[in-house]
């Protein structure tokens, strides 16, 4: 069994940034993509970053790109998404997510794992 979970959520004015960790564990071994979703109040959760464990493959919603960047410590079973430049609207619960193979990124059914979640809000 996989667990995933979340840290470095928080308050903060836009234009700031948040950096969020993801810890795995358990039996991780096969996990070969890792990624975070977001959820807004009254919306659905959405895709916004992702990575491979093999090659370090990346891609990013359209929304976020230029601003966040995901890495991973394979090493220390962590991986991680670097915020800069927050707005308003991306104000939203955030979490971590894993799968083994054949992942379809942007579908929230294709992964497997996740984390319970972790809270940004950017307000002034």
């Known amino acids: 069994q996989v667990q995933l979970v979340e840290s470095g959520g928080g308050l903060v004015q836009p234009g700031g940034s948040l950096r969020l960790s993801c810890a795995a564990s358990?039996?991780?071994?096969?996990?070969?993509?890792m990624g975070w979703f977001r959820q807004a109040p009254g919306k659905e959760r959405e895709f916004v970053a992702g990575?491979?464990?093999?090659?370090?493959?990346?891609d990013y919603a359209d929304s976020v790109k230029g601003r966040f960047t995901i890495s991973r410590d394979n090493a220390k079973n962590m991986f991680f998404l670097q915020m800069n430049s927050l707005k308003v609207e991306d104000t939203a619960d955030y979490y971590c997510?894993?799968?083994?193979?054949?992942?379809?990124?942007?579908?929230?059914?294709?992964?497997?794992?996740w984390g319970q979640g972790t809270q940004v809000t950017v307000s002034s």
């Open positions: 358990g039996t991780i071994f096969g996990i070969n993509t």
């Open positions: 990575i491979t464990l093999s090659g370090g493959t990346t």
């Open positions: 997510a894993a799968d083994r193979s054949r992942t379809i990124w942007r579908s929230v059914r294709s992964w497997d794992y």
